[in-house]
């Protein structure tokens, strides 16, 4: 069996790479070739949706990883026939927040979650008359996302009206979001800071691959209401409630996603809320406090999917 890992060309970081050694090495172990490739490398003719280099009739690939959000890539090389993981349309929906709340409205219970207008890189948000009324729903503090970014770099908690209209000036015309504040999972803490006290915050990240919840860890930051280990947060292994698993599980199905990291909040009742779905989640940081490789667990469910079981895949 022979595959295609492929990744983001113009994306370099060490942290990515490391991932993608990973990935390889667990295709090894598992009696796999697994070829890393860039979004670069593959040459689409978009008139015909046709890939044109390279000659896919001397170099298929059993499958494809897709680890990058390239979408329009991705949707040519279904349409050549490969079979990919995660597939154009889980990407799709997962790399935009927004679209991720329409797929999963009704379904799956979220924090209240409010469109924001679209408008064009130019113009930008000029006039900011429609936020009134979801304040008047939301209250403050509230969280506005950026529908496209990651490692929680493009997510702002909002205390004041002025603020918001600051920072939706300073995004140029990039789509967003607004999100109810969910408190149970904040906490303010004695330190203060320009602008009120600082608050931490925590959420429980589930790693689901081929329906299954593998890992699980509990992440916090101390010193920012975003947990995300990239901007000092710190995780713990945890064990999901049942509820917190069916709602993983859930998602990915609803999503059609073979690998993807689930984020989970508590309301004030103990419930579980969605946060976010990533696509192609780092799990680094939850084989640092779990032990547990993820990139088994894909290698083994991607080999076993296409029909290339291997003694030494991990189960």
């Known amino acids: ?17 490391e991932l993608y050694d990973w990935l390889i090495s667990a295709a090894r172990k598992a009696g796999s070739e697994l070829t890393l490739m860039t979004n670069a490398d593959i040459t689409v003719r978009a008139d015909i949706n046709r890939i044109v280099y390279p000659d896919l009739e001397l170099s298929r690939p059993d499958y494809v990883i897709f680890w990058d959000k390239d979408v329009r890539l991705a949707r040519a090389l279904e349409a050549a026939g490969l079979t990919l993981f995660n597939c154009a349309d889980a990407i799709e929906a997962c790399d935009d927040k927004s679209l991720t709340c329409i797929k999963l409205a009704g379904l799956v219970r979220m924090p209240a979650t409010f469109s924001v207008p679209f408008t064009y890189e130019g113009p930008g948000y000029c006039n900011t008359g429609f936020l009134e009324k979801i304040e008047e729903r939301t209250g403050f503090p509230f969280v506005l996302k950026e529908c496209f970014g990651s490692f929680g770099e493009q997510v702002h908690l909002i205390s004041t009206h002025e603020q918001c209209v600051e920072i939706l000036r300073s995004l140029n015309g990039r789509p967003c979001l607004i999100q109810e504040y969910i408190r149970s999972e904040h906490s303010d803490t004695p330190e203060q800071q320009t602008g009120g006290r600082q608050i931490s915050g925590r959420d429980k990240r589930i790693i689901v691959v081929g329906g299954k919840c593998i890992a699980s860890m509990l992440r916090y930051n101390d010193s920012d209401f975003r947990a995300n280990i990239a901007l000092g947060g ?38 579980p809320l969605l946060c976010e779905v990533n696509s192609n989640a780092h799990f680094k940081g939850i084989f640092e406090c779990t032990g547990i490789n993820a990139a088994d667990a894909i290698i083994a469910h991607i080999l076993n999917s296409t029909g290339g079981r291997s003694q030494n895949a991990i189960l």
């Open 234 to 271: 710190h995780a713990e292994a945890y064990t999901p409630t049942d509820r917190e698993s069916a709602m993983a599980l859930k998602v990915c199905s609803i999503l059609k996603l073979d690998y993807a990291g689930v984020d989970i909040l508590t309301d004030s009742d103990g419930e």
């Open 1 to 17: 069996m022979k595959g295609w890992l492929i990744v983001n060309r113009f994306l370099n970081n060490g942290k990515f790479s």
